[in-house]
């Protein structure tokens, strides 16, 4: 059996990263926060394209501003005038933050050092040359790549683009992820359930997941635990870019997502995860589309979509999948658990500052939903570790939706 490393690695290598998109859209940049670009952007001219000052102050010659010297002020630059004449020698020129700096001069003295009477500025520091100016293309030069196909686009990443006057981007359409819930127990969120039935909350949680993870959701119909059912839902659900399957895939009599994929050509990477809650998770191909069985529990569902599926998806997009988000925090109480699986324990890490201290939150198992809607992130308890001494400290996944 796999270690949800391996199973990790499994789907990140079947799924080849580095393959281009199913397929490219036009997206106007005030819509493309998240998606993943499909082409290269390059910088439009040099950047900065002059000579830029960082600080208010006066643009002088170095050599020409030691300790003590006084200059003649002779005019002033602001951000965005244009600049044409050159500092004269033995004069300086006031000049702003974001100006640009007039030939000549090769240094800015910061304007917190200096005293002015009239026309004259007194220097009370020695300038030093290059002091305080970006030169013209030391970020980029013309026709030089700024942000490459695959890269996806956060808020510092968007603002590159109109940086290069590029208003529309070419990106990765977003893949589209057929979610297919089963259970003859499940019933839809607009029906009333009797005491034995349960409400569908994993199609609600996918769909969470799957936009997070920058996919489009398509929810299907709940499928009936019966082959002819199950068989004509994940034909429809083999329709879009990728299917994920809740429910079914345990060693129950009527769980039987594995036996009709196999019927319908699937192959198999891996049928079970040394994990709790998600030991039972599958992956596979049927069709020429990806697929995962994962584990109803809705707790299960959501921990074995974040380990599995959120790579998986980074890849359809054609951007590296990203890592997962783990970080160690001081344990706050003792916590044992049987060796021979990683535990995923919901789990409430704080920190204000320095490290963070996490604590393992009381909960029924992987079916307890109220649980994990309190927890930030899980404790992950190794599959060789059998106890975590309070003090010591663990490895925690964080929820990247709430922390
Ligand atoms: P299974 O993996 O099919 O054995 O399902 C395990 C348990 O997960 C079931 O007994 C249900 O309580 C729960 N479950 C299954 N499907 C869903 C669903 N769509 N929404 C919420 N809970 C579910
Ligand atoms: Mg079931």
Redesign the pocket.
Known sequence: MFSYEQARQCVIQNMQPGTAPRSIENINIWNALGRVLAQDIKADRDYPPFHRSTRDGYAVRAAEAPSGATLRCVGEIKAGDSVSASLISGTCIQIMTGAAVPEGADAVVMIELTKRSGEVVTFERAAQAGQNIVPRASEAHASHGLLRRGTRLGHAELAVAPQVGAAQLSCAAKPRVAIL???D??VSLESLPNAFQ??????VSLAAQVTLAGGQPVILE?AA?RHDDLREKIAQGLQQDLLLL?????A?KY?FVEKVLQELGAEFYFDAVAIRPGK?TVFGKCKDKFIFGL????V??MVTFELFVAPALDILAGAAPRPLPLMEARLTQTVKEKTGLAHFLPALATWFSGSPEVTVLPWQG??DIAALAKANCFLVVGDDVGEISAGDRAPILLRKDVA
Do not use: K
Not at 198 to 203: A, F, L, V
Not at 246 to 250: D, I, P, R, Y
């Open positions: 819930s089963t259970g127990e499940v349960i409400r569908n909350s994993n199609s709940n635990d809740s429910g079914g895939v345990s129950g769980d039972p584990p109803g529990n809705p299960s569902t992987s079916g």
